[in-house]
């Protein structure tokens, strides 16, 4: 009589995991997709009081120029990549350093895969593209994918970003690419 009733739990126990597959499953696919994400950050208020708008940007800066570029915002601290046909890559915010380049046109003057940032950071897909008041300034990805406030005490030209927007910046940006920065 054991015997029957061991089965028969273990049976019942196979229904109950199978059942509660299926309606994880099913709460798992019906769910939004917004619901795993945090929530947005209201804006965050600038020195003088006003709000600094941090969402996505649906469109390039005006007056960035035409053509294949990389498009960064000082205000916004966000990188637009821009095909020639004018249509956005992509677009994602980076985390400046502690020295900003003047608003311009630029080229990417050099590359290097990995170094040490002058933050002392292991960096990987360095894209220089500017020398500010003897600090060199270009796109990096920190190895361990943080991206930190700059120390103010510290010169650094190092505008970082994720190490899979590093990725992204690395294949669009050979050398010679054009970069805008506007204010």
Same mark, same amino acid.
């Not at 994602?92 to 080229?107: F, L, R």
């Not at 170094?115 to 897909?125: C, F, K, L, P, S």
């Given at each position: 009589?054991?015997?029957?009733?061991?089965?028969?739990?273990?049976?019942?126990?196979?229904?109950?995991?199978? $059942?509660?597959?299926?309606?994880?499953? /099913?709460?798992?696919? #019906?769910?939004?997709?917004?619901?795993?994400?945090?929530?947005?950050?209201?804006?965050?208020?600038? $020195?003088? %009081?006003?709000?600094?708008?941090?969402?996505?940007?649906?469109?390039?800066? /005006?007056?960035? %120029?035409? *053509?294949? +570029?990389?498009?960064?915002?000082?205000?916004?601290? +966000?990188?637009?990549?821009?095909? %020639? #046909?004018?249509?956005?890559?992509?677009?994602?915010?980076?985390?400046? %350093?502690?020295?900003?380049?003047?608003?311009?046109?630029?080229?990417? !003057?050099?590359? @290097? !895969?990995?170094?040490?940032?002058?933050?002392?950071?292991?960096?990987?897909?360095?894209? +220089?593209?500017?020398?500010?008041?003897?600090?060199?300034?270009?796109? #990096?990805?920190?190895?361990?994918?943080?991206?930190?406030?700059?120390?103010?005490?510290?010169? @650094?030209? *190092?505008? +970082?970003?994720?190490?899979?927007? !590093?990725?992204?910046?690395?294949?669009?940006?050979?050398?010679?690419?054009?970069?805008?920065?506007?204010?």
């Amino acid at each position: 009589m054991s015997r029957s009733s061991s089965g028969f739990v273990a049976g019942l126990t196979a229904a109950a995991l199978a $059942a509660v597959g299926f309606l994880a499953y /099913q709460a798992s696919a #019906s769910a939004p997709d917004t619901l795993a994400k945090p929530p947005a950050k209201s804006p965050a208020a600038s $020195a003088s %009081g006003s709000p600094k708008e941090k969402s996505r940007p649906a469109e390039v800066p /005006q007056r960035s %120029g035409d *053509g294949e +570029r990389v498009v960064y915002s000082l205000g916004a601290d +966000r990188v637009w990549l821009v095909e %020639g #046909s004018g249509k956005v890559r992509t677009t994602y915010e980076v985390t400046p %350093g502690s020295v900003d380049p003047a608003p311009g046109t630029y080229t990417v !003057g050099s590359r @290097t !895969g990995s170094v040490t940032g002058t933050d002392g950071v292991a960096i990987e897909h360095v894209v +220089r593209f500017t020398n500010t008041d003897g600090v060199t300034i270009g796109f #990096s990805a920190a190895v361990d994918g943080a991206t930190p406030k700059a120390d103010p005490a510290k010169k @650094t030209g *190092g505008i +970082r970003q994720s190490r899979e927007n !590093g990725n992204a910046m690395w294949k669009f940006a050979g050398i010679s690419k054009k970069v805008v920065v506007v204010p």
